[in-house]
Nanobody, 122 residues
Framework: QVQLVESGGSLVQPGGSLRLSCAASGSIRSINAMRWYRQPPEKQREWVATITSGGGGIFYADSAKGRFTISRDNSKNTVYLQMNSLKPEDTAVYFC???????????????WGQGTQVTVSS
C-alpha cells in the first residue's frame, strides 16, 4: 500500500509565495518520476511540472516557467513545489503523482495524492 499526501496549500495574496510538499509512504521500493498537477475551479486537471528520479530532468508547463520550482528529497520520498509571484489564475487544487515500484510487485504504477487547495486572492 502506497500513499501520497500533499500539504502546504493555503490562501495567499497575489504576488505571494507558497511551498507545497508531497510525501510518499508505504511499501516503496523505488520512486521514478514525480509530478505536480493542478485543477482550477470548473476546469480540467493540468500538468504543472515533472522531476525525474535523480533530479536531473526537470520540466515545466509554460504557466509555471520562471515562477515555480520543483525539487525532491529522495531520502524523504518527498517532492516539493516552490511557487513564487502567485497570480489569481494559479488558484486550484494541486495534486502530486509519482511512478512507484513497491516491495510487493515489480510493476511500476502511478499513484496520486488527494490534493491541497491553493487560493490566490486579495
Amino acid at each position: 500500500q502506497v500513499q501520497l499526501v500533499e500539504s502546504g496549500g493555503s490562501l495567499v495574496q497575489p504576488g505571494g509565495s507558497l511551498r507545497l510538499s508531497c510525501a510518499a509512504s508505504g511499501s516503496i521500493r523505488s520512486i521514478n518520476a514525480m509530478r505536480w498537477y493542478r485543477q482550477p475551479p470548473e476546469k480540467q486537471r493540468e500538468w504543472v511540472a515533472t522531476i525525474t528520479s535523480g533530479g536531473g530532468g526537470i520540466f515545466y508547463a509554460d504557466s509555471a516557467k520562471g515562477r515555480f520550482t520543483i525539487s525532491r528529497d529522495n531520502s524523504k520520498n518527498t517532492v516539493y513545489l516552490q511557487m513564487n509571484s502567485l497570480k489569481p489564475e494559479d488558484t486550484a487544487v494541486y495534486f502530486c503523482n509519482a511512478d512507484i515500484t513497491t516491495t510487493v510487485s515489480s510493476n511500476m504504477k502511478t499513484y496520486w495524492g488527494q490534493g491541497t487547495q491553493v487560493t490566490v486572492s486579495s
